[in-house]
T-cell receptor
Framework: EPEVTQTPSHQVTQMGQEVILRCVPI?????FYWYRQILGQKVEFLVS????????KSEIFDDQFSVERPDGSNFTLKIRSTKLEDSAMYFC??????????????FGPGTRLTVT | DAKTTQPTSMDCAEGRAANLPCNHS???????VYWYRQIHSQGPQYIIH???NNETNEMASLIITEDRKSSTLILPHATLRDTAVYYC??????????????FGTGTLLAVQP
């Protein structure tokens, strides 16, 4: 069964450093998302991406964040200058979008980002 | 998007049916009811969705009241692996990319041996 994969599973970085979180969505999906979950808190939407551009972003997704689909298979989230409060689990998701109405989103296993 | 209300937690005996309620009294006619779950430390997992008819798949059944103000997710034979937080989310009918999921606090279902 196709699945969303994410690498690395755990990333430790120092405050101020740049990190890139990688995702490989399901191959025929058209819509891509990043969510995050701070330990013990709700899953929060960050950004959605379609047709090589951002469709929607939340207030959390400020100028420190960027997304890219560099090669038609990977979908990346870059945090330019990490802060302690960026420590969280980051989930990538994808959906087909091939039929009218919302399609279910399939989530990856997450990358745990720890900023020290 | 309509607000949903779910109990904070529920217990269920292994092998029995788990019935998870969700109230969405302000749901509009073009909003679907989606259910996802999150097993500890894993990514959320899609379970099922419906608009107004009852739905069943290999994981669960979804019963939506006729007035669409509430729904129940049914896991027919709960196992220990079904212990998770279950989220009920109302999403508008929208054939575009802006179908972000807004997760609440969900219901923590604890399946007991």
């Amino acid at each position: 069964e196709p699945e969303v994969t994410q690498t690395p599973s755990h990333q430790v970085t120092q405050m101020g450093q740049e990190v890139i979180l990688r995702c490989v969505p399901i191959s025929n999906h058209l819509y891509f998302y990043w969510y995050r979950q701070i330990l013990g808190q709700k899953v929060e939407f960050l950004v959605s991406f379609y047709n090589n551009e951002i469709s929607e972003k939340s207030e959390i997704f400020d100028d420190q964040f960027s997304v890219e689909r560099p090669d038609g298979s990977n979908f990346t989230l870059k945090i330019r200058s990490t802060k302690l409060e960026d420590s969280a689990m980051y989930f990538c998701a994808s959906s087909g979008g091939l039929r009218q109405g919302n399609d279910e989103q399939y989530f990856g296993p997450g990358t745990r980002l720890t900023v020290t | 998007d309509a607000k949903t209300t779910q109990p904070t937690s529920m217990d269920c005996a292994e092998g029995r049916a788990a019935n998870l309620p969700c109230n969405h009294s302000t749901i509009s006619g073009n909003e679907y009811v989606y259910w996802y779950r999150q097993i500890h430390s894993q990514g959320p997992q899609y379970i099922i969705h419906g608009l107004k008819n009852n739905e069943t798949n290999e994981m669960a059944s979804l019963i939506i009241t006729e007035d669409r103000k509430s729904s129940t997710l049914i896991l027919p034979h709960a196992t220990l692996r079904d212990t998770a937080v279950y989220y009920c989310i109302a999403l508008p009918f929208f054939g575009g990319a802006t179908n972000k999921l807004i997760f609440g606090t969900g219901t923590l279902l604890a399946v007991q041996p």
